[in-house]
Each structure stands twice: as structure tokens, then as C-alpha cells.
């Protein structure tokens, strides 16, 4: 099993960026496909990106062009770069691991999941 740690929320002026980290203990994340979800006030958690153990990676409408899924090996560390936020994008946000490479849009498919990080974007 992998623990995950997420971290970099924070409160933000719309338009602006944060860089949110999941860092892994316990696995080399290499072997992992990886997954962020966030989850707003009052609503269901849902598929932000996510990038396969090769390298595919897959981003919801709502955020193409704006946030992008990064990993680091080396620091066994995945990345959320998330730029022209807006207050839709105000929720918590939560890096999750799978084995598998399908599928990765859907939060069942994840086997562990971090605490989260909350993201506060203010207009």
C-alpha cells in the first residue's frame, strides 16, 4: 500500500495559480497510474486528470488548457499545475494511486487516496 500526502492549496484571487504535490511513502509511485478528483462544497467528488504508469494522461473538459498533471520519479511526487483558476475550482482537491491503466477517469478505480488539499479561489 502507498500513502499519499497532498499539499500546495491554498486561497487565490481568480486568474491566478497554485501548484499542488501528492508525494508518495511506502511505493515507488512509477508503478502507479495517478489520479487528482476534487470535491466542492456539498457536491460529489469528481475527475480533474490523471496520468497512466506509461505516460497517458487525461484531463475533464472543465480543466483542459489550464491545469496539467505532472510526475516526478525521481522525488516519487505527482503534480497538479492549475492556472486561470476560477471560483468553480474552489473545492478540495485529492490525489489518489491505481495498478490499473483503464479507466482512470473514475474514482473506483483507485485503490489509495491522500487526505486532500483545499483550494480557495476568491473573485
Known amino acids: 500500500q502507498v500513502q499519499l500526502v497532498e499539499s500546495g492549496g491554498g486561497t487565490v484571487q481568480a486568474g491566478g495559480s497554485l501548484r499542488l504535490a501528492c508525494a508518495a511513502a511506502g511505493r515507488t509511485l512509477s508503478t502507479y497510474s495517478m489520479g487528482w478528483f476534487r470535491q466542492a462544497p456539498g457536491k460529489g467528488r469528481e475527475f480533474v486528470a490523471a496520468?497512466?504508469?506509461?505516460?497517458?494522461?487525461y484531463y475533464a473538459d472543465s480543466v483542459k488548457g489550464r491545469f496539467t498533471i505532472s510526475r516526478d520519479n525521481a522525488k516519487n511526487t505527482v503534480y497538479l499545475q492549475v492556472n486561470n483558476l476560477n471560483a468553480e475550482d474552489t473545492a478540495d482537491y485529492y490525489c489518489a494511486a491505481a495498478t490499473t491503466l483503464v479507466g482512470l477517469t473514475t474514482a473506483a478505480q483507485y485503490d489509495n487516496w491522500g487526505q486532500g488539499t483545499q483550494v480557495t479561489v476568491a473573485s
Open positions: 496520468t497512466s504508469r506509461y505516460g497517458a494522461k
